[in-house]
């Protein structure tokens, strides 16, 4: 049986306490305690549909173990999209470009391009597909993904957002 521990973190904006094994990575910490828009999907670092913001930086959850992020703070899509204006545009961009398949790289999708344009990322379609290059899209529906992250790039360079 492993060793439970109890680690202290603002998520989205919450600071909660979350009961972990020792050895449980970060996403399914998240999960086991209702965070479902964090999806699981290869669970080895190489999807990207777990990704969370760390600290404000994009970071594939199931790669983080639980326990290292005592003290830290996470934001999830959910998170981001009802605290933040640019990740509700990202989020409305996905919609209006029609971006969303299946839906289940889009929350990694939505926090990758959050990082993205957080960090001035430009309406760049060659950078922007470097920035969710960590990203897969099984529906393989890249190009509506790499619209919709672009659509927002230009809005904020045309000062809309
Ligand atoms: S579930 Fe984490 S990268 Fe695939
Ligand atoms: S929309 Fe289905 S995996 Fe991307």
New binding site residues.
Partial sequence: MSEKINIKLKINGVFVTLEVLAHQ?L?RALRDNYYWDV?????????????VLLDGQAV????VLAAACDGHEIWTDKGLGLSTKLTARIQDAFVECGSVQCGFCTP?MVVAATDYLKNGGKPDRTAIREAIS?N?CRCTGYVKIVDAIYKVAKDIEEGLL
Wanted: net charge neutral; with cysteine; charged share 20%.
């Fill in positions: 990575n996403l999806k699981c999907g290869c669970e080895v670092g190489e999807c990207g549909t777990c990704t594939k959850s199931c790669t990694g960590g897969l």
